[in-house]
């Protein structure tokens, strides 16, 4: 869908206002009560246009889901992601999805402690330049956010191009003593997995034959337990 303009945003996001959510800092701790259920719910910060947090939903019903970005285009342009994919696979929409409106900078006002399960960090933008680093999404000062805000179970999922980016995630991570799985530097080198959901970026970039850089981090009580238990 074409959005022209501020008015056409505006009318979308009110014709989606079981889909969009423009106020989440109503929300916090309240999760589970406008999904309407317990069950775990997975965040990706940065959702984009929408494609892979739409198509998780379709992929995993028995998870909630909220996509979070901080512009109303990039709402309503998700919200037509969704619909667009639901009428493609001729489902009813689905109510494990919601979509965000937040700057992932106040994280902390739309989320209580421990009420997500995994936070999802796609192609996030890798602020190159040294003095932007603060700006990074595996910055410290953002991984203590999404810490916080994860319970006994909690991972987040790192997925970028950028080797800049991913070497100095896996430092950031390292740094703060956080386990680590799953570290891959070409993540498609043997192929696409089928059950492997990929964003437009992620698309374009295998596309051109780029390696895609993935890591797993271990946050949760729970999660640490049973990893290091499979070891040993």
């Known amino acids: 869908m074409r959005l022209r303009g501020k ?4 009318e979308l996001l009110e014709q989606q206002s079981q889909l969009a959510v423009l106020e989440p800092e109503t929300y916090k701790g309240k999760w589970s009560e406008l999904f309407g259920n317990d069950r775990p719910i ?6 984009g ?3 892979f947090v739409s198509q998780m939903s379709l992929n995993y019903p028995e998870v909630n889901f909220i996509g979070v970005d901080m512009y109303d285009e990039l709402i309503a342009r998700a919200c037509a992601k969704a619909c667009s994919l639901w009428g493609e696979q001729g489902v009813e929409p689905r109510s494990n999805l919601k979509l965000v409106r937040a700057n992932i900078e106040f994280l902390e006002k739309m989320f209580a402690e ?3 399960e995994r936070v999802y960090l796609n192609f996030s933008d ?3 330049k040294n003095r932007h680093a603060r700006r990074r999404l595996t910055h410290a000062r953002f991984v203590e956010k999404y810490k916080r805000a994860l319970n006994e179970k909690g991972e987040i999922h790192l997925k970028t191009d950028s080797e800049t980016l991913f070497e100095f995630s896996l430092n950031s991570f ?3 003593g956080l386990q680590m ?3 891959s530097l070409n993540l498609h080198r043997d192929g696409i997995n089928e059950e492997h959901v990929m964003t437009e970026y992620e698309q374009k970039f295998v596309n051109k034959g780029m390696n895609i850089h993935r890591v797993e981090v271990l946050i949760g009580t729970q999660t640490l337990h049973d990893y290091r238990t499979s070891l040993s």
Do not use: C, F, S, T
């Not at 008015?7 to 505006?10: D, E, F, M, Q, T």
């Open 114 to 116: 421990d009420e997500i």
């Open 49 to 51: 246009k929408g494609q």
């Open 7 to 10: 008015r056409g945003v505006k």
């Open 126 to 128: 890798p602020w190159p």
């Open 174 to 176: 390292a740094q703060m």
């Open 42 to 47: 997975y965040v990706e910060l940065g959702m």
């Open 181 to 183: 799985r799953n570290i």
